[in-house]
């Protein structure tokens, strides 16, 4: 006979202690989770809804006519620029126009691509 409970007692008292810390643990990590996500969801919900009134309610962009880009400034539409890396140059190099990536179009800076100011 063991004094103080025994040696297999305490073991399963501490393991309980674990297992109750792990479920709270669990519950705790589950519920920030679940929070975090349904915040995502609103916060997303909320800029649609917003960005639909702003589409409904606000004047077209000025500068882009509301299409939301217009024509490369720095290529002029043409996709390439001339570039040399000396400043007498004596080969001139057409390269992408960094800009717009050779498509031709960039987005417009007024309203930052929305179409609406």
């Known amino acids: 006979m063991e004094l ?5 007692g305490g073991g399963d008292r501490v393991r309980r202690q674990l297992q109750s810390v792990g479920r709270l643990a669990a519950y705790l990590g589950g519920g920030f989770l679940l929070l975090s996500a349904t915040s995502s969801v609103a916060v997303r ?3 649609a809804i917003s960005d639909a009134n702003q589409r409904k309610f606000a004047k077209p962009c000025g500068a882009c006519e509301g299409k939301g880009s ?14 040399s890396p000396m400043h007498d140059p004596v080969f001139v190099n057409p390269c992408l126009c960094p800009t717009c990536d050779g498509t031709r179009v960039q987005r417009c800076l007024n309203c930052l691509g929305n179409g609406y100011a």
């Open 4 to 8: 103080g409970g025994g040696g297999r």
């Open 70 to 83: 217009y024509s490369c400034r720095l290529c002029r539409g043409s996709a390439t620029i001339e570039w």
């Open 45 to 47: 919900a909320l800029r």
